[in-house]
C-alpha cells in the first residue's frame, strides 16, 4: 500500500512506531510461588482448589512485580499502595521513556506530545506531568493522560498519537504506560473472578516514539486505527473501587464477547482493501489463553500467529496497557514479520472496547 494513501479514503500521514522500551519491576516470582501463597492465605475458602486450577490454566510462568510477594499479598491500606503507585509509575515510567527515546534517536526537548496510560492507581498531577520533567520535556510539549481504558489503553495512545500527527505530520510523539496491577490486589477478596485476576496480571511499563514514517523507519507503519463500543457490555470488564482502594475483577463472558467484535475486526480491514486471510501478522494483547484463542480462530490466523503474544503472556502475565508494547518489541527481536506485510495491533478493555490499529511492516531495507 502506497505510503499515506487509503483506498476510498483521503490521504493520510502514515506513522511509524519505533521499537518499544520495556521496563519491568526488580521482583519476580514464579506462577508456581503464587498459587502456594495463596493456596495458604486462602485455605480456609471452600472454592481454593478449584480456584488455584483456573490459575494453573493461566500458561502464565513468571511475573514481575513492584514489590516482594509477601507484601503484595499483605493486607496494606489504599493509601499505602496508591502511595507506591505513584512512586513507582514516576520511575518506571521515566526509565521506559529514556530507553524509548534513545532507541528513536530523539531527545525530551524534541518531543512535541506526550500520551500516558494507566489504570492501576491515581494521582494528582499524575504521573505523566512528573515523567515529562524527570526526563526533560520542554514546558510548552502537550501532554494528554487516558485512565480509564484498561489492557485497550496501549493502543488507545498509539492511536492518539497517530490522530496528532494526522494535525501535525512533522511532531515527534512519545507514548508511555505502566500498569501495576499488584498493588490493587485485596486479600479479603477471594472469588473465581478474583483467583483468575490473580493468576494473570503482571505489572510494567513501557514506552514507544511514533512520528512520521520515513522509508528507512524499522518497525509497524499505521495507517489507520479503530475503537469499537460493544452495547450493553459495560459488565464484561470493569472494576470498582471501595474503602480498601481499587479493585478488578476478569469476568468469564469475556471470552464469549471477543467473537462478537470479529465481524467489526472484518470490517475495519475491508476498508483497507484487507481480508483477515492476508494478514501477515498480528499484534494481541495478553488477555488470557482463549481471548488470544478467539482472536487467532475469529480471524482464522494460521497457527502460531499470536506466539508472540503468547510468550509475552507466558513470561510477564498480562500486564494491561503494557502488553501491546511488549508483544511488538518481541516482532522486532524475533522473527521479524516480512518487509510489507499487513498487520493488525487490537486489544480490548473495560466498555467492551476494542482498539484496532491497521498497518505494515517496514524492514528498513528502502532506507
Not at 490459575?55 to 512485580?65: I, K
Not at 501495576?180 to 486479600?187: G, K, T
Request: proline share 6%; net charge negative.
Amino acid at each position: 500500500m502506497p505510503t499515506g494513501l487509503l483506498p476510498g479514503r483521503e490521504t493520510r500521514t502514515t506513522a511509524a512506531i519505533t521499537r518499544p522500551a520495556v521496563v519491568a519491576p526488580e521482583h519476580s516470582v514464579t506462577q508456581d510461588e503464587i498459587i502456594t501463597a495463596l493456596g495458604e492465605l486462602f485455605v480456609d475458602v471452600p472454592h481454593v482448589e478449584r480456584g488455584l486450577d483456573l490459575m494453573r490454566s493461566t500458561t502464565v510462568e513468571t511475573r514481575r512485580l513492584v514489590d516482594g510477594l509477601k507484601e503484595v499479598l499483605s493486607d496494606r491500606s489504599f493509601g499505602v499502595r496508591n502511595t507506591r503507585y505513584t512512586e513507582e509509575a514516576i520511575r518506571l515510567g521515566a526509565e521506559a521513556a529514556r530507553q524509548a527515546l534513545s532507541t528513536a534517536c530523539v531527545t525530551a526537548v524534541e518531543v512535541d506530545y506526550l500520551v500516558f496510560v494507566s489504570c492501576t492507581g491515581y494521582a494528582l498531577p499524575g504521573p505523566d506531568a512528573y515523567i515529562a520533567q524527570e526526563i526533560g520535556c520542554r514546558p510548552t510539549m502537550r501532554r494528554t493522560p487516558i485512565q480509564q481504558l484498561g489492557c485497550a489503553a496501549g493502543v488507545s495512545a498509539l492511536a492518539e498519537a497517530f490522530h496528532h500527527l494526522q494535525a501535525y505530520p512533522d511532531a515527534i510523539v512519545l507514548v508511555v504506560a505502566v500498569e501495576l496491577s499488584s498493588l490493587s490486589f485485596q486479600p479479603g477478596e477471594h472469588t473465581l473472578s478474583d483467583f483468575i485476576s490473580n493468576g494473570i496480571f503482571g505489572d510494567g511499563a513501557a514506552a514507544a516514539v511514533l512520528r512520521r514514517a520515513a522509508p528507512e523507519a524499522t518497525g509497524f507503519h499505521i495507517w489507520g486505527t479503530r475503537q469499537h463500543l460493544l452495547p450493553a457490555s459495560q459488565s464484561v470488564i470493569a472494576g470498582h473501587t471501595s474503602e480498601r482502594g481499587l479493585h478488578f475483577r476478569t469476568d468469564p463472558r469475556v471470552r464469549s464477547t471477543v467473537p462478537k467484535v470479529i465481524p467489526e475486526i472484518v470490517s475495519f480491514l475491508a476498508e483497507f482493501g484487507c481480508e483477515p486471510g492476508s494478514l501477515g501478522f498480528c499484534v494481541s494483547h495478553t488477555g488470557g489463553p482463549l481471548i488470544m484463542d478467539g482472536v487467532e480462530e475469529g480471524l482464522s490466523l494460521p497457527p502460531g500467529t499470536l506466539r508472540h503474544s503468547r510468550e509475552s503472556m507466558a513470561s510477564m502475565g498480562n500486564t494491561s496497557s503494557v502488553s501491546v508494547f511488549d508483544v511488538l518489541r518481541r516482532h522486532h527481536e524475533n522473527e521479524s514479520p516480512a518487509h510489507a506485510s499487513t498487520g493488525l495491533i487490537v486489544a480490548f478493555g473495560p466498555g467492551f472496547t476494542t482498539e484496532i490499529i491497521a498497518g505494515s511492516w517496514n524492514d528498513g531495507s528502502k532506507g
